[in-house]
């Protein structure tokens, strides 16, 4: 980049508005994952005996890697989506979605660096 440019701050505003429109091509892939995710949460209510809702707490908690311990799983598939499966979703989601900001940062940069050459 040239020192010369000076394209100043960008707003919250311009990012998000960038940000959803980067995210509207990766939406089928993002909510795949959100479904997936929320799937693997009612199978484990139903199989830990908790409840629906504390299952989907439990898959989503588990998926981002949070694991806060007020919820665990006691049987062996539990433990195993707990431990292995749901956070690979988790992480590939978490991946997508820090890409997708990436670059939207990258296209709103771009295009103040277009509109100060002007």
Same mark, same amino acid.
């Given at each position: 980049?040239? %020192?010369?440019?000076?394209? +100043?701050?960008?707003?919250?505003?311009?990012?998000?508005?960038?940000?959803?429109?980067?995210?509207?091509?990766?939406?089928?892939?993002?909510? $795949? !994952?959100? !479904?997936?995710?929320?799937?693997?949460?009612?199978?484990? +209510?139903?199989?830990?005996?908790?409840?629906?809702?504390?299952? @989907?707490?439990? +898959?989503?908690? $588990?998926?981002?890697?949070? +694991?806060?311990? %007020?919820?665990?799983?006691?049987?062996?598939?539990?433990?195993? !989506?707990?431990?292995?499966?749901?956070? @690979?979703?988790?992480?590939?989601?978490?991946?997508?979605?820090? $890409?997708?900001? @990436? &670059?939207?940062?990258?296209?709103?940069?771009?295009?103040?660096?277009?509109? $100060?050459? &002007?």
């Amino acid at each position: 980049m040239d %020192d010369d440019l000076d394209i +100043g701050p960008i707003g919250f505003r311009e990012f998000f508005v960038e940000f959803v429109k980067v995210s509207y091509y990766a939406k089928k892939v993002l909510f $795949s !994952l959100f !479904l997936i995710i929320l799937i693997f949460g009612i199978m484990l +209510g139903y199989t830990e005996g908790i409840g629906v809702w504390e299952g @989907i707490y439990l +898959g989503f908690i $588990s998926a981002f890697t949070v +694991g806060f311990g %007020d919820v665990t799983p006691h049987t062996a598939l539990g433990k195993i !989506l707990c431990a292995f499966v749901l956070p @690979i979703f988790g992480m590939i989601l978490t991946g997508i979605v820090v $890409s997708i900001a @990436i &670059k939207s940062l990258e296209r709103v940069i771009r295009e103040n660096i277009e509109n $100060s050459k &002007k």
